[in-house]
């Protein structure tokens, strides 16, 4: 049971460019987030997903885009990468109701 | 929008002391859950809280959500090194239960 599994685990983007962070589940989740870690700052919600198909705001969308064509991946696009998109992104899922939220293991992203 | 606020951000303790972390939330919540988070790690789930005014242990261990379900503490007796490393709340609003907001966490550094 691998759990949550994001690609890659570590990227250098230049300014300008842009790049699409995997995250993939096999758990049969509805519910899915991205987070951004910046370093020794807390877990800011960027995009969350009940379900395939359904995708929503969090605090800080703006820079990126979401899609959740199938209950498994909800991958992370980031169109035109700045340096304020440097951080550490994780993604995680949840089952319905009180459950837990399990977390992938990250992806270290550094715009240059 | 729903926010969580959790203090101190910081605590550096000495081995044996005990620390607390608080965490506020600004909209009532279906639940709180608390996480860990070692350096260089992902976040990892703890213990949920459901119900108002509910305390659960685990051995060293204690968390406590208010009776309005707008806040929540976590405390250890009695620190050790190994509880070294960043704790989050997180809770899910009454009116919203898919998005998932954390506070900015507490980091606790523990000298042996």
């Known amino acids: 049971n691998a759990g949550v599994t994001q690609t890659p685990k570590f990227r250098i983007l230049k300014i300008g460019q842009s790049m699409t962070l995997q995250c993939a589940q096999d758990?049969?989740?509805?519910?899915m987030y991205w987070y951004r870690q910046d370093p020794g700052m807390g877990l800011k919600l960027i995009y969350y997903?009940?379900?395939?198909?359904?995708?929503d705001k969090g605090e800080v969308p703006n820079g990126y885009n979401v899609s959740r064509s199938t209950t498994e991946d909800f991958p992370l696009r980031l169109e035109l990468a700045a340096p304020s998109q440097t951080s550490v992104y994780f993604c995680?899922?949840?089952?319905?109701?009180?459950?837990?939220?399990?977390f992938g293991q990250g992806t270290r992203l550094t715009v240059v | 929008g729903q926010q969580v606020m959790q203090i101190p951000q910081y605590q550096h303790v000495q081995e044996g002391e005990d620390f607390t972390t608080y965490c506020n939330s600004s909209?009532?919540?279906?639940?709180i859950q608390w996480y860990k988070q070692r350096p260089g790690g992902h976040p990892v789930f703890l213990i949920q809280?459901?119900?108002?005014?509910e305390v659960k242990k685990q051995k060293r261990l204690t968390f406590q959500f208010g009776e309005a379900k707008k806040n929540s503490s976590l405390h250890i007796t009695a620190t050790q090194t190994t509880d070294v490393g960043t704790y989050f709340c997180?809770?899910?609003?009454?009116?919203?239960?898919?998005?998932?907001?954390f506070g900015q966490g507490t980091t606790l550094q523990v000298k042996p």
């Open positions: 758990m049969n989740h509805n519910y």
């Open positions: 909209t009532t919540l279906s639940n």
């Open positions: 997180a809770g899910r609003s009454s009116s919203n239960t898919g998005k998932l907001i």
């Open positions: 997903s009940v379900g395939a198909g359904i995708t």
């Open positions: 995680a899922s949840k089952g319905g109701g009180n459950t837990e939220a399990f």
């Open positions: 809280l459901v119900k108002s005014g």
